[in-house]
């Protein structure tokens, strides 16, 4: 089981993670990325057939900030909306 979200404390909207996952990323007015299926709560299951486009975007992302977990990550994340 994948979790996923974004940190946007260190999103510097390079627009990466929007290009390699689109079905997973979208980014807000400032440009920022956040997770479309679960609007950045990392607390959706991210289905099986995205998860090597959200592991791509992992690792492509230049500041780190497309995190993922095994577990539940949990609300925090909401706030950064
Ligand atoms: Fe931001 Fe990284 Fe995506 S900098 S736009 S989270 S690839």
Known sequence: VMYTYVDQ???????TCGAVAPDVYDYDDEGLAFVLLDRNT?????????QEDVTDAHESCPTESIKLSDLVIGKEALTHI
């Open 42 to 50: 990392g607390t959706f299951a991210v289905p099986e057939d995205l």
């Open 9 to 15: 404390d260190t999103c510097i909207a390079c627009g």
